[in-house]
């Protein structure tokens, strides 16, 4: 019982800071949407061309960020540390480049995806989109350089066990954003523009800190690396960053075809569709970072090779997430009837949260379990596995169950297909972190104590 308090202590340490960081991060991004929105509709288009994209920059930056994370935390607990430095430096410096040249392409193709996505408007209202949008895009693109920058020095602070300063960098560029934006937007009457500086500023203030910082920590460098460990480091880097980026770009993908099958049903029903999907990832901020700080903790043990500390480390975190999914749940289901007002105005969408929000928040906890099944297994160095957890997840579980319910052509009955699939996709996951922890951590550590207990002997 004291083993499993001091694990649930450290936990909660961890994924504190975090939790809080990523809560004001998105925050920040309702706020930059509201405060457009107030410019105009042509200015809201505008930023709405830029979600593909962001989720895309987010698919990039984050799969080579977990691939990163797993290696690093792994070298640290072995105390490798030419290969924790190396593989931090290759991380963020090939990241970054390759954010940056993405970037570059945007650009000098700027025309087309400004094409590809406005038509059927008139020729006026073309060219009034098009000057603004000439404007917005390249600053935005450098605010999303800035991000992939403080995300990618974010990932060697986790791996090294440092939480602390990732939450409390998050924090403040969302709060030098939030400072900003008003000043810029409004105040000197830059617009649009002025959202894009403001984010590029904030995170940019994260991103310098936390690289500045680390040079006194020592986290970034080759130190003494030959060319040949520095090519088998970014092979290392590469192979692993190849299915977690694949893996990033999944719920993309699921949910464009989500938001098809929902089409099919009605207008309405899209609005409503785009709300919940916002309530969700408000709901699972609290899973998203607990994929964040319980990786780097099993690649530490898999280093020092503690393999006997990862099934506590499993089972104390998916009953708390579980639990803490439930509090949250009931909170939602009970004060509905505050939140729902706030949330739209229009009844035929109220009439659905009221009913949806006394279940589907119930399936987040068993989701939230899968997101960190998928995290954990990068962690533990089969990323194939945590690619496959999420393909069925996605494909197997949530698209047919929810074609399943948009085929009835209710509302409801569509959100109740995606809940049963959240559940089934939860507990699958489980069952198969289960296997791999009885076959391959369980003996391994078994086979390493009894090995200590000879050698001691």
């Given amino acids: 019982m004291q083993m499993r308090s001091a694990t649930l202590r450290t936990i909660i340490e961890k994924t504190l800071p975090l939790t809080l960081g990523v809560f004001a991060i998105m925050m920040v991004q309702l706020v930059d949407s509201i405060f457009i929105g107030q410019l105009g509709v042509n200015e809201l288009a505008v930023h709405g061309i830029t979600l593909p994209f962001q989720a895309a920059f987010t698919g990039v930056q984050v799969g080579i960020g977990v691939a990163a994370t797993s290696i690093i935390s792994q070298a640290v ?39 590809s996505f406005v038509n059927d408007v008139s020729d006026a209202q073309y060219q009034s989109m098009l000057s603004i949008f000439n404007v917005y895009w390249p600053l935005w693109l450098f605010s999303a350089l800035m991000v992939a920058v403080l995300y990618l020095a974010t990932c060697v602070y986790r791996a090294n066990g440092d939480t602390k300063t990732t939450g409390s960098m998050f924090l403040a560029a969302s709060v030098i954003n939030l400072i900003l934006d008003p ?31 680390s040079r006194g920590n020592g986290w970034f460098g080759f130190n003494g690396a030959c060319r040949n460990q520095i090519k088998g480091y970014s092979f290392e880097l590469f192979k692993t960053a190849m299915p977690t980026t694949a893996n990033q770009i999944l719920p993309a993908v699921s949910a464009f075809f989500s938001m098809l099958l929902i089409a099919r049903i009605g207008t309405d029903e899209m609005a409503f569709w785009s709300l919940l999907a ?12 607990l994929t964040m700080s319980i990786p780097p903790m099993i ?58 929000l006394l279940f589907i928040p119930f399936s987040y906890g068993p989701l939230g379990l899968c997101m960190l099944v998928a995290s954990v297994f990068n962690a533990l160095g089969v990323p194939r596995k945590a690619l496959n957890v999420s393909f069925l997840r996605l494909f197997v579980f949530y698209i047919p169950a929810l074609w399943l319910g948009s ?51």
């Fill in 77 to 115: 607990g072995a105390k490798e540390q030419r290969k924790s430095t190396s593989i931090a430096t290759l991380s963020v410096g090939l990241g970054v480049l390759v954010i940056a040249l993405i970037c570059i392409g945007l650009i000098v193709f700027s025309d087309s995806v400004f094409a």
């Fill in 407 to 457: 085929i009835t052509g209710d509302m409801i009955n569509a959100v109740i297909a995606a809940t049963v699939a959240n559940v089934l996709a939860g507990a699958f996951a489980w069952f198969k972190l289960n296997a791999y922890i009885k076959t391959h951590i369980i003996p391994r550590a078994a086979a390493a104590n009894k090995q200590r207990v000879l050698s001691a002997g």
């Fill in 299 to 356: 690649g530490r043990y898999l280093g020092a090779q503690q393999r006997c500390k990862i099934p506590e480390l499993l089972n104390t975190t998916a009953k708390f997430l579980l639990v803490f999914h439930t509090a949250m749940a009931a909170l939602l289901a009970l004060f509905s009837g505050w939140i729902i007002p706030v949330i739209s105005e229009e009844q035929s969408i109220r009439s659905w949260f009221e009913v949806t």
């Fill in 278 to 289: 916002r309530v969700e990832s408000f709901m699972l901020v609290f899973s998203l970072a």
């Fill in 183 to 213: 000043i810029l937007i409004f105040g000197l009457d830059m617009g649009i523009a002025g959202a894009a500086i403001a984010s590029s500023i904030g995170y940019a203030f994260g991103a310098i800190y936390m690289l500045i910082k």
